[in-house]
């Protein structure tokens, strides 16, 4: 691998948003393909910093400083990814469920999902389960993530598996769930295609969710 791309990745690793940003307009100006520093520099290293999250090397903190690098380094990138006709994995629409507030944990996957190279409708919080149906269907979405943080909220994601299926879509749409008080148990029980404990693995889950 290039040199420059070695360095996004380590920066990035290390939060170093300038730094970052700096290293990719250099590589821009190199010629470099979009596609390749994206994926062998920006994502290469968000995909560490995920594997380190999961196994509680790394906590929320550092996330967030990598996931704040790795906006820096999309920003002159995003519009060369476009006009080279490099794809999103998929579309995954996210948001907090009806009734709870809690953004935290549904930001993370976001900014986790998107450092695998989805694209994120971030539904926002105290989200209806139409609604999320409705985004799925208007950006042609292949998974829903419902986020929960409430014992007395998270009852509210059996309604998003039943709006997926009202609306025609169990199967096409798949349903992934998470946050402190969900399990896999309870996934299974309200028939939600997959659980996933932290961000890191949301975004492993949604990229077997969309056949990626
Ligand atoms: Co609230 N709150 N809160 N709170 N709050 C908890 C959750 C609570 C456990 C605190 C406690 O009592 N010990 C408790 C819930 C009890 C229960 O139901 N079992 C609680 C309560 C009771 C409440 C209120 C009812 C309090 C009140 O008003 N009486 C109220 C409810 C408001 C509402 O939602 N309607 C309330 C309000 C709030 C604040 C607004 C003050 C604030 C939220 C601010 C915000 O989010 N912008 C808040 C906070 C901060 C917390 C705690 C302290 C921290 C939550 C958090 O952000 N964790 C929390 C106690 C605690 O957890 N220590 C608590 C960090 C975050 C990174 O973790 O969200 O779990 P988490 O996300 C993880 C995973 O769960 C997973 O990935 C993330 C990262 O790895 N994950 C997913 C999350 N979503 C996922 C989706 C996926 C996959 C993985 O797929 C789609």
Same mark, same amino acid.
């Given at each position: 691998?290039?040199?420059?791309?070695?360095?996004?990745?380590?920066?990035?690793?290390?939060? &170093?948003?300038n730094?970052? %940003?700096?290293? !990719?307009?250099?590589?821009? &100006?190199?010629?470099?393909? @979009?596609?390749?520093?994206?994926?062998?520099?920006?994502?290469?290293?968000?995909?560490?910093?995920?594997?380190?999250? %999961?196994?509680?090397?790394?906590?929320?903190?550092?996330?967030?400083?990598?996931?704040?690098?790795?906006?820096?380094?999309?920003?002159?990138?995003? @519009?060369?990814?476009?006009?080279?006709?490099?794809? @999103?994995?998929?579309?995954?629409v996210?948001?907090? !469920?009806?009734? #709870?507030?809690? #953004?935290? *944990?549904?930001?993370?996957?976001?900014?986790?999902?998107?450092?695998?190279?989805? &694209? !994120?409708? #971030?539904?926002?919080?105290?989200?209806? @389960?139409?609604?999320?149906?409705?985004?799925?269907?208007?950006?042609?979405?292949?998974?829903?993530?419902?986020?929960?943080?409430?014992?007395?909220?998270?009852?509210?994601?059996?309604?998003?598996?039943?709006?997926? %299926?009202s609306?025609?879509?169990?199967? %096409? !749409? &798949?349903?992934?769930?998470? $946050?402190?008080?969900?399990?896999?148990?309870?996934?299974?029980?309200? $028939?939600? #295609? *997959?659980?996933?404990?932290d961000?890191?693995?949301?975004?492993?889950?949604?990229?077997?969710?969309?056949?990626?």
């Amino acid at each position: 691998m290039s040199a420059i791309l070695e360095q996004i990745k380590e920066n990035l690793i290390k939060g &170093k948003a300038n730094d970052v %940003k700096a290293l !990719v307009d250099q590589a821009i &100006k190199e010629d470099i393909n @979009p596609g390749e520093i994206l994926n062998q520099g920006l994502l290469a290293g968000m995909s560490i910093i995920g594997e380190r999250f %999961k196994k509680n090397e790394v906590y929320v903190p550092e996330v967030l400083i990598a996931a704040r690098a790795m906006k820096a380094g999309m920003e002159n990138l995003k @519009p060369l990814l476009a006009s080279a006709g490099v794809e @999103p994995l998929a579309t995954v629409v996210v948001g907090t !469920v009806k009734g #709870d507030l809690h #953004d935290i *944990g549904k930001n993370l996957v976001c900014m986790m999902l998107e450092g695998a190279g989805f &694209k !994120v409708i #971030d539904a926002g919080i105290n989200v209806e @389960p139409e609604k999320l149906v409705q985004l799925a269907q208007e950006n042609n979405a292949a998974v829903i993530g419902a986020s929960a943080l409430l014992t007395t909220t998270m009852v509210n994601m059996k309604n998003v598996v039943e709006s997926v %299926k009202s609306a025609g879509l169990t199967g %096409k !749409v &798949k349903v992934m769930i998470g $946050g402190a008080p969900v399990t896999q148990s309870f996934a299974d029980e309200i $028939g939600a #295609d *997959g659980y996933a404990p932290d961000a890191a693995s949301a975004a492993d889950l949604a990229r077997t969710l969309a056949g990626k």
